[in-house]
């Protein structure tokens, strides 16, 4: 499995053949300037939360690739309605995709598309595929629900968001580190506005000295896993 950072929450996972893009927003990223969406592959598009630093470039890469998206009842069904490829979901389920297992599961935050309408409620997914099992956690605060993730999943890595305000910060994420039982975190959702700039130095000092790895990528960036 390959891990790529497009800045923000957008994330590219490679497994197999398979390309799977996660909550694009790219081309509203300053920072993201140098990722060109025209020539990122995807067969599946997983948005977590209708928010517009989680869908902005979802509609354009899915028009083009005929990408696959993959997220609760009413973010695909707004897709659907703009003659977009959909598989709905809800919190708790799960499908055998050709990729691996995917289950969407609880987050805590809000999620209203950006003209105001219902955006379903957010989630975060847990992949399972080549053998390694990963938990993208969404925009979210640190809830009890994540306790029931290593219940049923032994976790290869977590993509925790760590920007505060908006989600989590470091002290939370190193909570929910405990509650999934996964030591192992790349962060992200951070730096984009300032509402959410972290000091890199201090997140990375913080999680070592709880005996955990926190791991933050270049946007661009790859990880093997
Ligand atoms: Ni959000
Ligand atoms: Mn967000």
Redesign the pocket.
Known sequence: MKITFYGHASLGIQIKDIYILVDPFITGNEKASGIDINTLKADYILVT?A?Q??ILDVEVIAKRTGAVIVSNYEIVTYFQNKDLEGHPMNHGGSWDFEFGNLKYVNAI?TSSFPDGSYGGQPGGFIIEGEHKTIYIAG?TALTMDMKLIPMQTELDLAILPIGDN?TMGIDDAILASDFIACDKILGYHFDTFGYIEINHDEAKRKFFDKGKDLMLLEIGESMEL
Do not use: P
């Open positions: 939360h928010h630093d989680h935050h925009d908006f």
